[in-house]
């Protein structure tokens, strides 16, 4: 082994990340190597929505492992006939697939929509998508997402995606075609710093895509299990789409996604679809225990109350240090700063024990934990405070 050896150089270099281990994580907390605690508003990026390492998460895991892995795809298993019920229920979808993350539901989602297409409109394959959508990172959902750094990578991109603007109904009807069969949007777009589509505009995409026999998808990986005060962020607007994607918080923490659809859209054959550890009886029963607390009226009234409260506390932030808007729904907000000073926001949060997010240089983007109380989120907003009045204050020596 050379000298040099370092301990974090045999995992591939893809992003810039502290030096820093973690090794435990409880509730809105997570632990270093060290033994040092970091308050987290990050959560795995909308992961984990019952925070870290949730017991019932957990126990459903460690009874489940005892039992049943992997039976193979295959064959049937218990916890996800169980969960795909569970979702049908809870949503107005009528079929589900399980996938391992939220680009391989968003390919699936895809997929079926060309299949659609072949199917029942002439061959129809086109997707309108939106100028800052993110998607993923395979190559079909980098191409579908409007996210401008991806624009000259890993070309040439799959064909097929065209890219209208959010909240512009007449942008999205200017590319409508008789090779367009279906449009899909992030109901809040997340890594482009928290853009929410308006309910309205939503409304209008569903009587748009009724009345050209297109098919709506939501991509409700960051949006979906209850984040913003609803079960999905679909129901806010009141419509009924067609296919949705979920990611992130289904599993609580684990790898688990899944694609819904209603039953006219669920066109898949035999052969079309499949994967090894698809619908594993491991994850899905993560799933469960998590679909279980978050399902729960009182759980969702109670995310909807904590992201007011925290949407107030940013607001009382902002104009005491003259920042810009509060954006976005229950635990999904975004404080727009104004400047491009994310990243060293960021940077001195991490150094005071403080996790948050900059999706884009002039955002701080807040997923807390769906559970997160009260004195957690005064926790992390008195130690902004502090870094906005440090931040301040450099800027104006500077
Ligand atoms: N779609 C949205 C809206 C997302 O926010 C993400 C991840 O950030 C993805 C898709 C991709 O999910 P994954 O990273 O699990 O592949």
């Known amino acids: 082994m050379p000298d040099t050896f370092h301990p974090f150089d045999a995992l591939m270099d893809i992003t810039a990340r502290p030096k820093t281990v973690f090794v435990r994580g409880e509730g809105s907390y997570l632990w270093d190597d060290t033994g040092r605690r970091y308050l987290d508003f990050v959560q795995g990026w909308a992961v984990n929505c019952l925070g870290h390492s949730p017991p019932a998460v957990a126990e459903a895991i460690a009874a489940q492992a005892k039992c049943l892995l992997t039976p193979s795809p295959a064959f049937y298993n218990e916890p996800s006939l169980k969960l795909a019920n569970a979702l049908v229920e809870n949503s107005c979808f009528d079929q589900v697939f399980f996938a391992n993350s939220g ?47 991806f624009e000259p990578l890993f070309e040439p ?57 297109m098919l709506l998808i939501v991509d409700e990986i960051q949006t979906g299990m209850g984040r913003t005060g609803k079960l999905f962020h679909y129901e806010h607007a009141g419509i009924a789409p067609d296919i949705m994607t979920l990611g992130k918080g289904i599993g609580g923490g684990v790898p688990l996604a899944a694609l819904l659809a209603t039953e006219h859209a669920a066109c ?54 003259g920042l810009g808007e509060v954006r976005g729904r229950g635990l999904l907000l975004a404080l727009d700063l104004k400047l491009p000073i994310g990243a060293a926001i960021v940077a001195q949060a991490f150094s005071k024990g403080l996790l948050i997010n900059s999706p884009q240089p002039d955002a701080l983007r807040f997923m807390p934990a769906l559970n997160a109380s009260r004195a957690e989120i005064a926790e992390m907003i008195e130690g902004l405070d502090a870094i906005l009045t440090q931040v301040g204050a450099a800027r104006r020596v500077a």
């Open 103 to 149: 680009a391989e539901a968003n390919e699936g989602a895809i997929k079926l929509a060309r299949k659609y297409g072949t199917k029942y409109k002439n061959g129809a394959f086109e997707i309108i998508t939106f100028e800052g959508g993110f998607h993923g990172r395979t190559l079909a959902t980098m191409s579908a997402s409007g996210k401008k750094a």
């Open 268 to 321: 898949f054959d035999h052969g079309d679809q499949g994967g090894t550890f698809n619908g594993n009886p491991l994850m899905c029963a993560a799933g469960l225990a998590v679909l279980e607390q978050v399902g729960k009226p009182e759980f969702l009234k109670s995310v909807a109350d904590a992201g007011l409260f925290l949407e107030s506390e940013l607001q009382r932030l902002s104009a005491r240090h």
């Open 157 to 213: 991109k799959v064909p097929g995606f065209r890219k209208a603007q959010l909240n512009d109904i007449a942008s999205v009807e200017e590319l409508i075609s008789s090779n367009t069969v279906a449009v899909m949007l992030e109901p809040i777009q997340g890594e482009a710093g928290v853009w929410p589509a308006t309910d309205q505009f939503l409304k209008e995409l569903r009587t748009l895509t009724s009345e050209h026999g």
